[in-house]
T-cell receptor
Framework: AQSVTQLDSHVSVSEGTPVLLRCNYSSSYSPSLFWYVQHPNKGLQLLLK??????LVKGINGFEAEFKKSETSFHLTKPSAHMSDAAEYFC??????????FGSGTRLLVRP | DVKVTQSSRYLVKRTGEKVFLECVQDMDHENMFWYRQDPGLGLRLIYFSYDVKMKEKGDIPEGYSVSREKKERFSLILESASTNQTSMYLCASSLTSAIGELFFGEGSRLTVL
């Protein structure tokens, strides 16, 4: 089945250190991939999207993600975490009928 | 900015009650969606609609129905609420399907006792 796997349910980093949230996908073709963020008590917001153009995608708030076909990965990174980055992050892929398939989410904790 | 408004942030209902969750978007989007969010499971699609009076089942439609009488409004209906429907419900809209950018409401947390 075509799916998305987020490898960590929780990630904890110190403020000012790098962030890495891992995502692997399964697909028989190069899919469209997305990262969404959900801050506490809020709806989800699109961070960035990959649609087969450049493999390194830049998003909002300093986040970026790299599409690696050979590794079937789309990891989300940020060079320096900020307290406001604490949230839940969802890796998402689009299936062949344009429906979005969500990963199970990674909760990012940022320590002062 | 696109605004998706869910009428109720928190609801508590009893088993067997009929429940209506309302969602309104203000950007003339064609597509509207209802998701259910549970810890460790991510978001699962319940129903979606690509046009007025049109609806399609998502991945977990059992126990739910929807109504879209006007373009801006998409309602989720639980005909007879059960405890396993206790969850966070998220409504979303998008301009087109191919882009993949959804705009979400803040969610409705339903507790069924």
């Amino acid at each position: 089945a075509q799916s998305v796997t987020q490898l960590d349910s929780h990630v904890s980093v110190s403020e000012g250190t790098p962030v890495l949230l891992r995502c692997n996908y399964s697909s028989s073709y190069s899919p469209s991939l997305f990262w969404y963020v959900q801050h506490p008590n809020k709806g989800l917001q699109l961070l960035l999207k990959y649609t087969s153009a450049a493999t390194l995608v830049k998003g909002i708030n300093g986040f970026e993600a790299e599409f690696k076909k050979s590794e079937t990965s789309f990891h989300l990174t940020k060079p320096s975490a900020h307290m406001s980055d604490a949230a839940e992050y969802f890796c998402v892929r689009m299936d062949s009928s344009y429906k979005l398939i969500f990963g199970s989410g990674t909760r990012l904790l940022v320590r002062p | 900015d696109v605004k998706v408004t869910q009428s109720s942030r928190y609801l508590v209902k009893r088993t067997g009650e009929k429940v209506f969750l309302e969602c309104v978007q203000d950007m003339d989007h064609e597509n509207m969606f209802w998701y259910r969010q549970d810890p460790g499971l991510g978001l699962r699609l319940i129903y979606f609609s690509y046009d007025v009076k049109m609806k399609e089942k998502g991945d977990i439609p059992e126990g739910y129905s929807v109504s879209r009488e006007k373009k801006e409004r998409f309602s989720l209906i639980l005909e007879s609420a059960s405890t396993n429907q206790t969850s966070m419900y998220l409504c979303a809209s998008s301009l087109t399907s191919a882009i993949g950018e959804l705009f979400f409401g803040e969610g409705s947390r339903l507790t069924v006792l």
